[in-house]
T-cell receptor
């Protein structure tokens, strides 16, 4: 049962343009969402997060939007740079019993930013 | 961010043998460590959560007698895959957390296990 889904396995964008990565979730108990970036042979690194009490969080070139009614979030990267090429994972968590800071990950989207 | 290392980065073993993977937090004390498994084209699946000095909490469907987790210190956790079989071949990633905030979880580079 995949509770966090990233339906696009890959995305290709030109340098300087906007990259939009999408993520859908099914568990309404999730109340915190994160995006991680992963390069080959490295572990995921935290990028940006958003609480369910917000609908937008911005950090430099990265903005995450949350639509709770649609159970959908998206990561916008603008302008995209070649160094942004990586796999991006969406993750979710919730303060369910024993949850703590356990994360449920999506399957990832491979972003390629072309020159 | 803080650094988490894993050793080995890749390992090949014969079916029926046991393999130990180490996860170390190099510059912080990880009160909680998590172990994930990732199959090709799939997401990171949480296997277990361990707090220093106590028994690990395993996710549903994960055999605790097969995947032995030890978190003996605040900087070291180990995952031992016992009696490994080819279906255990996967990418194993650990993460360490020093606090209760979600974005304080730092990931290791992962270990590629191949069981022949």
């Amino acid at each position: 049962d995949q509770q966090v889904k990233q339906n696009s396995p890959s995305l290709s964008v030109q340098e300087g343009r906007i990259s939009i990565l999408n993520c859908d979730y099914t568990n309404s108990m999730f109340d915190y969402f994160l995006w991680y970036k992963k390069y080959p042979a490295e572990g995921p690194t935290f990028l940006i997060s958003i609480s369910s009490i917000k609908d937008k969080n911005e950090d430099g070139r990265f903005t995450v939007f949350l639509n709770k009614s649609a159970k959908h979030l998206s990561l916008h990267i603008v302008p995209s740079q070649p160094g942004d090429s990586a796999v991006y994972f969406c993750a979710a968590s919730g303060r369910v019993t024993g949850g703590g800071n356990k994360l449920t990950f999506g399957t990832g989207t491979q972003l390629k930013v072309e020159l | 961010g803080a650094v988490v290392s894993q050793h080995p980065s890749w390992v090949i073993c014969k079916s029926g043998t046991s393999v130990k993977i180490e996860c170390r937090s190099l510059d912080f004390q990880a009160t909680t460590m998590f172990w994930y498994r990732q199959f090709p084209k799939q997401s990171l699946m949480l296997m277990a959560t361990s707090n220093e000095g106590s028994k690990a909490t395993y996710e549903q469907g994960v055999e605790k007698d097969k995947f032995l987790i030890n978190h003996a210190s605040l900087t070291l956790s180990t995952l031992t895959v016992t009696s490994a079989h080819p279906e255990d071949s996967s990418f194993y990633i650990c993460s360490g957390s020093a606090g209760s905030s979600y974005n304080e979880q730092f990931f290791g580079p992962g270990t590629r296990l191949t069981v022949l």
